[in-house]
């Protein structure tokens, strides 16, 4: 079973749009870590944000947020007033002891922002 | 400060050819990851050092590939002899701290296409 989920492939909105790319997750772990990273067309992964198990509190940066909540294991992560310049693939990752902290990688959402 | 540096950028080469792939992770990092990536995928963990020590290889083809980071600074990745499934990015992690929970800081990678 896979341990990241995101369940949307491909998603595309006109700019100005908001849009929220889902994330859910499965640990056993009562401690564990979240991550969110960005890869532009340039290819370089970006890292977004890190969230722990014990931290439930929403957080947002900007045109950024993320909405963590453990009932139902999910990460959501949304744009606002989506940009040309947020077209990339986004990536949600989780850390967890049980595998040893290797970053599991979901498959990634694209997002295409369309002018 | 500077990011994560790989080289080269690009490698182009035969089936059966050696190649190599360096990294210079962010200054102070102690630790290290390479990965591959496929084409609509997430990273895939090949390796995971702290400081010079491998302390996750579990998942690196030992028969063709290898690793190294000598001084527990820069790194090489060598692939020998290449085959046409190692066709992938070849991607250069680093995190400041000595577990996989922190986040890590990509450099731009290695396309690698395996003739």
């Known amino acids: 079973a896979q341990k990241v989920t995101q369940a949307q492939t491909e998603i595309s909105v006109v700019e100005k749009e908001d849009v929220t790319l889902d994330c859910v997750y499965e640990?056993?772990?009562?401690?564990?870590?979240l991550f969110w990273y960005k890869q532009p067309p340039s290819g370089e992964l970006v890292f977004l944000i890190r969230?722990?198990?014990?931290d439930e509190q929403n957080e947002i940066s900007g045109r950024y947020s993320w909405n963590f909540q453990k009932s139902t294991s999910s990460f959501n992560f949304t744009i606002t007033a989506s940009q040309v310049v947020d077209s990339a693939v986004y990536f949600c990752a989780l850390s967890e002891p049980d595998s040893n902290y290797q970053l599991i990688w979901g498959a990634g959402t694209k997002l295409i922002i369309k002018p | 400060e500077a990011g994560v540096v790989q080289s080269p950028r690009y490698k182009i080469i035969e089936k059966k050819q050696p190649v190599a792939f360096w990294c210079n992770p962010i200054?102070?990092?102690?630790?290290l990851y390479w990965y591959l990536q496929n084409l609509g995928q997430g990273p895939e963990l090949l390796i995971r050092?702290?400081?010079?020590?491998?302390?996750?290889d579990s998942q690196l083809p030992k028969d063709r590939f290898s690793a190294e980071r000598l001084k527990g600074v820069d790194s090489t990745l060598k692939i020998q002899p290449a085959e046409l499934g190692d066709s992938a990015v070849y991607l250069c992690?680093?995190?400041?701290?000595?577990?996989?929970?922190?986040?890590?800081?990509f450099g731009p990678g290695t396309r690698l296409t395996v003739l």
């Open positions: 200054s102070g990092h102690n630790t």
């Open positions: 969230r722990n198990s014990f």
């Open positions: 050092y702290e400081n010079e020590e491998a302390v996750d």
């Open positions: 992690a680093s995190s400041p701290g000595l577990a996989s929970y922190n986040e890590q800081f």
């Open positions: 640990t056993r772990d009562t401690t564990y870590y």
